[in-house]
Nanobody, 123 residues
């Protein structure tokens, strides 16, 4: 079992920044990839970014490249998503998840999920 807890969401003006955190506990070594997804009401989860715990390599959706940066702190078992130049269309609930498929952009390939954190960007 892996437990994930997101934090750091909130309300920010367009152009602003937020940093999301995903704290992991439990059998984290069994799932090497940590991904961030977002979901608007009534829509499928959209891939945002992913990182490998062991190698640190990353993957980004085109919509966030150059604005968002994913990183990890292995000592704290925490993955971060630094979000800069936020746009109103980034407004969503953001979830972190773990999976075994390296850097997968497909939510179906992730097994454990956090409860989500709301990000709201005002225009």
């Amino acid at each position: 079992q892996v437990q994930l807890v997101e934090s750091g969401g909130g309300l920010v003006q367009a152009g602003g920044s937020l940093r999301l955190s995903c704290a992991a506990s439990g059998r984290t070594f069994t799932h090497d990839t940590v991904g961030w997804f977002r979901r608007d009401l009534g829509k499928e989860r959209e891939f945002v970014s992913a990182i490998s715990w062991t190698r640190g390599n990353t993957n980004y959706a085109d919509s966030v490249k150059g604005r968002f940066t994913i990183s990890r702190d292995n000592a704290k078992n925490t993955v971060y998503l630094q979000m800069n130049s936020l746009k109103p269309e980034d407004t969503n609930v953001y979830y972190c998840a773990t999976g075994v498929k390296e850097l997968s952009p497909f939510f179906q390939e992730y097994e454990y999920w956090g409860q989500g954190t709301q990000v709201t960007v005002s225009s």
